[in-house]
């Protein structure tokens, strides 16, 4: 068992924290968090056999343990794929199995559209396009359909008449006043919140009111430029790059973040895909009966 962190400089002012633990004869699998900028959490380890598995998790490029934390230069979905492209490097791997939830899924899909030649498979979760109609569904209309107590505040910070609520909400975040951070923060966090099924928050908790800025000022500049793909629908439209790619798909039948769809699309699209739905999971991981649906999913590509 092999188990070490280090600091890998990918650019002239990007630093990243890169977590690595198993066998290094095993399975090598590189785990994408989501957010994006929400950053690593190393529990997520207890998900893999680490005696038949090499896992490497690392912090995105502003969040977490990379450094300078919160730098939005050269902070873009190509940057990322290129970061990934670097660590596979660093350990000397030839393919690799990728491992993503939510905005992970995102960037698994558009690294393995990238370099499909170097990825053995997909592990992917809550799936996440960053389509047009993702957009259309969180930020003008569906999402708000579900929860319109909470649309109703989210909208409220919104003047009357600004089309664009995420740019509008990412102008917010760069504020050099306080105030206005910290409420933009407060009223992006809730609508998250909402459609994840979790409690309002009052105010910013102290202890999280760093992470929670830096979540959404990161998310804000990835999804005010559509995460920097090329089209609005790249990821959908690319799918026939890695349609040969196997791929296990698991998405929560309660999933109000990321709708089911998204799933159901990805698994269309790609013959050599299987769907798990998990009836009573919703968004995250952590969900019921999510957890279980994973290790068999990383399980078929270790027969």
Known sequence: MREQTLFLSVDAEHTLAVYAQ???????IIYLHGGPG?????KNFDIFDLTRCFVIFHDQRGCGGSTPFGLLENNTIWHLISDIEKIRHHFNLDKILLYGGSWGSALALAYAQTYPHQVLGLVLRSICL?????YVWSYQFGANQLFPEAWAKFMAFVPEGRENIVHYYYECLISEDPKTVAAATLAWQNWAAACLQ????????EAQKDYLINISRIETHYFSQGAFLCTANQL???????AHLK???????KDYLCPLANAYLLHQACPHSTLTVVPEAGHLGSAPGMREALQQAVFQFME
């Open 130 to 134: 960053v389509s047009e109609r993702e």
């Open 22 to 28: 198993g066998n290094p004869q095993g399975l090598p």
């Open 236 to 242: 959908i439209d690319d799918l026939p790059r890695i």
């Open 198 to 205: 979790l409690p309002q928050l009052a105010e910013l908790p």
């Open 247 to 253: 791929m296990a798909i698991v998405h929560g039948a």
């Open 38 to 42: 929400a950053a690593c959490d190393l």
